[in-house]
């Protein structure tokens, strides 16, 4: 059946004879009948472009499509972009985990760099926590696939992930919008714009987003997984003259949650110090999950987070031919979040992970545009962040002596600088007619400085083990990032290209030193990625069809693995260089004048040249047989999707349209050691809506159903199998319908 999905999706692909898009295509609000695709334009060198003409794989999504997908968050996006994993980070209810291309960030500690960047209004967001974006005033999202080095920077080594929100120059007027569904799902939203004078327009928008989760504890019959979220945007725009313009944005979110908790999928152990042995405390985890689960925390505790920031964007048109930009922000991050790692009713691995992030960064960027066939770009980036955080491991369980447990305690508080410069140019010249060379460079510095002491409380009587670990280290590394590009012209609809990036993911300290010797071994490297592309965009005479395809071959190396040891003890390796090759396609056709289909499929193959790791010798005391490095995590061999929406037209009484989209993903492994209770066979999500818009698009109702079989599906996984066996897996979202209600003035 899984084949056959598969085979279905090909099938409707290949039915666009352009082949494959790179964007689901922009509409007005409301679903209309139309005789063409609209022309779509992304942002994705930094200037405006049809994404037709752009030598970059990309995906972009304007509002009704991100609502088409059925998509609250940017987790969301998961099926809707070929070759990306999206997907809410262990444990947390406040971050997000992507990978593109088989790159992103393998362990959620704040130690560690994303490995795919995140940007809103060309602000980068630092952290993993707080990425999890509500989706709620967005005028358009574009995924870039590949490494973005040049004009991006660091930590874009897999691609980047870009939002921008609504201009109130562009969207005066405003909508209000209230949506209720299963598991107690309860949503309003509004957005407002207008001008305040010739030169001044202002906005806000809000959102206040609830549900009561979808996994029960099976005491208690408190609910889990679920998400109480407030969110708010201001921006103002000062247009005072034809060659000048400004923009003040101030955003801030609000998120209380109860815990995330996952299913544990093996036994739970403790270690007997006397008599020695080991006692299973609660088997592992078969068959399907009635998602319903217990903790050890009993007193209410739950994530927090609060995240807020300020921005400044200052256009300035010299002449003709040259434009000053600037991009100024501010941020600041708090997360307090309680995290239950063995997803039982005993204490291993449990946490406290509480942070306060702030980021300061200013960009500057230089455009020239001859009006011909002449662009360049100039940069230089600045960004400081100061992230100080407090941990507590709690693992009461984890040992026993003479059948009684030792308690056991170890707090951790460090604090990390980072200082990052960049400069950057890139130059786009149409030598000859209809042949564009494009290439540029980025150099970067970054600056660590690191510092940890951590505390062990043993109970007794093993008081006399008590001890406080404390260094303090710092380090800087310097890439430089290049790229290159060559496209064709084949004609008016078609093009092709090749294309040279490379990325650069920065190194750090690792943030589990918890020993002597760790703290000798905490300094890992940065990551590099050289990728290289061939690509084919294309589009028939009359609009109707448009597509694009890509190959791409990905040399990766130093790749920065955290991986269990002995207990407390996770060292981080430069462990790995991979070779990742894969196929990318996408397509949209407008059959007739209300019938849309689209489609986008990924084929990736990701292997390891080589893998170091200790545990992997038979000599080691370590050694663990059920180690293997055969398959590289989030990174499926297939993912595919085929969307159908179909608009009737009622005349008088408005539109109403149907859609639904099936998608497909392969066998995907969810932690770096392959642990075999850590997949996920391959599946197919379904998924369905209606919407019902008034004849002048003032009203619109909404009404859908995803995952409509009920699948249970895995998405992510923690493993910490070193302390008390924890393989612990987070599930997708079951089988939930919503309705939606929306007023546009």
Not at 126 to 152: H, K, M, W
Not at 253 to 258: L, N, V
Not at 474 to 486: D, Y
Not at 645 to 658: E, I, P, R, S, Y
Request: charged share 20%; with cysteine; aromatic share 12%.
């Amino acid at each position: 059946m899984k084949r056959k999905y598969l085979s279905m999706a090909v099938g409707c692909a290949l039915l666009a004879p352009a082949a494959f898009v790179q964007a689901e295509e922009q509409q007005p609000a409301g679903h209309q009948q139309a005789t063409q695709l609209d022309e779509v334009t992304v942002t994705a060198r930094r200037r405006a472009e049809s994404i037709q003409d752009v030598p970059v794989a990309v995906s972009a999504f304007g509002e009704e499509q991100i609502k088409d997908l059925q998509a609250s968050t940017v987790e969301g996006l998961q099926g809707a972009v070929p070759n990306m994993n999206i997907a809410q980070g262990r444990g947390s209810a406040n971050s997000v985990n992507v990978f593109i291309r088989g790159i992103g960030q393998p362990d959620a500690l704040q130690t560690f760099d994303p490995g795919v960047g995140m940007y809103v209004d060309d602000v980068y967001y630092s952290r993993i926590n707080g990425a999890l974006f509500s989706l709620f005033d967005i005028q358009q999202l574009e995924v870039l696939r590949g490494p973005q080095g040049t004009l991006y920077g660091k930590n874009s080594t897999g691609g980047a992930i870009k939002l921008t929100t609504k201009n109130p120059f562009d969207n005066e007027g405003g909508a209000v919008e209230v949506t209720a569904g299963d598991y107690g799902r309860l949503e309003g939203r509004f957005y407002v714009s207008g001008k305040l004078s010739d030169t001044i327009a202002a906005s806000i928008a809000g959102a206040k987003i609830t549900n009561d989760g979808y996994v029960k504890d099976a005491e208690t019959g408190k609910r889990y997984n679920d998400d109480d979220t407030e969110a708010l945007r201001f921006k103002m725009a000062f247009n005072p003259t034809d060659s000048f313009r400004a923009t003040l944005s101030l955003d801030t979110t609000k998120q209380d949650a109860a815990l995330t908790l996952g299913r544990p999928m093996a036994n739970l152990r403790q270690t007997s110090l006397a008599p020695a042995g080991v006692i299973v405390l609660k088997p592992g985890e078969t068959g399907e999950w009635n998602r319903r689960a217990l903790t050890s925390f009993k007193n209410g505790e739950g994530q927090y987070l609060k995240h807020s920031g300020a921005s400044l964007a200052m256009d300035w048109d010299i002449n003709a031919q040259w434009t000053l930009k600037s991009i100024s922000s501010y941020r600041k991050l708090k997360t307090k979040s309680y995290i239950d790692i063995d997803a039982s009713e005993y204490e291993l691995g449990d946490v406290l992970v509480a942070l306060n992030q702030d980021q300061k960064s200013q960009e500057f960027q230089l455009h020239y545009d001859n009006g011909s066939n002449l662009h360049a770009t100039f940069g230089a980036y600045y960004m400081k962040e100061n992230v100080p955080s407090y941990q507590e491991a709690y693992a009461d369980d984890l040992f026993s002596f003479l059948g009684a447990k030792v308690p056991f305690l170890r707090t951790i508080n460090d604090d990390l600088t980072t200082t990052s410069n960049a400069a950057f140019a890139h130059l786009n010249w149409e030598f000859v007619p209809s042949w564009t060379v494009a290439a540029g460079v980025r150099w970067t510095k970054d600056k660590k400085d690191y510092a940890r002491s951590t505390s062990t409380f043993w109970g007794a009587p093993f008081t006399a083990l008590n001890e406080t670990v404390a260094f303090a280290a710092n380090a800087s590394w310097t890439a430089v990032t290049p790229s290159i590009s060559l496209q064709k012209a084949f004609g008016d609809n078609l093009m092709g290209y090749v294309s040279a990036n490379r990325g650069f993911k920065s190194g750090g300290f690792n943030g589990r030193a918890n020993t002597k010797y760790d703290t000798q071994h905490a300094k890992f490297d940065p990551e590099y990625v050289w990728t290289y592309e061939l690509g084919l965009k294309g589009s028939s005479a009359d609009r109707r069809f448009r597509g694009s395809a890509a190959a791409f071959y990905s040399n990766y190396s130093d790749f920065q693995a955290r991986v269990s040891q002995d207990v407390g003890t996770f060292p981080v390796l430069n462990a790995a260089k991979l070779n990742i090759k894969g196929i990318e396609l996408e397509g949209s056709a407008l059959l007739g004048e209300a019938t849309t289909l689209s489609a986008q499929i990924g084929w990736m193959d990701a292997k390891y040249d080589k893998f170091e790791d200790f545990r992997l010798d038979p000599s080691y005391p370590g050694f663990d047989p059920n180690v293997n490095h055969d398959n590289v995590p989030f990174s499926p061999d297939w993912t595919a999707r085929v969307a159908l929406q179909h608009v009737f037209a009622l005349g008088d009484n408005g539109n109403l349209t149907f859609g639904g989209d099936v998608s497909y993903r392969g066998k995907t492994w969810l932690s770096v050691d392959n642990r075999a209770v850590l997949s996920q066979d391959a599946y197919t999500l379904l998924g369905v809506y209606g919407v019902w818009d008034s004849p002048q698009m003032a009203w619109q109702v909404r009404a859908g159903v995803r995952n409509l079989t009920d699948k249970e599906y895995k998405t992510e996984g923690q493993e910490f199998a070193s302390v008390g066996n924890i393989q612990t897996a987070y599930y997708g979202l079951p089988r939930n319908w919503y309705m939606s209600l929306r007023y546009n003035f």
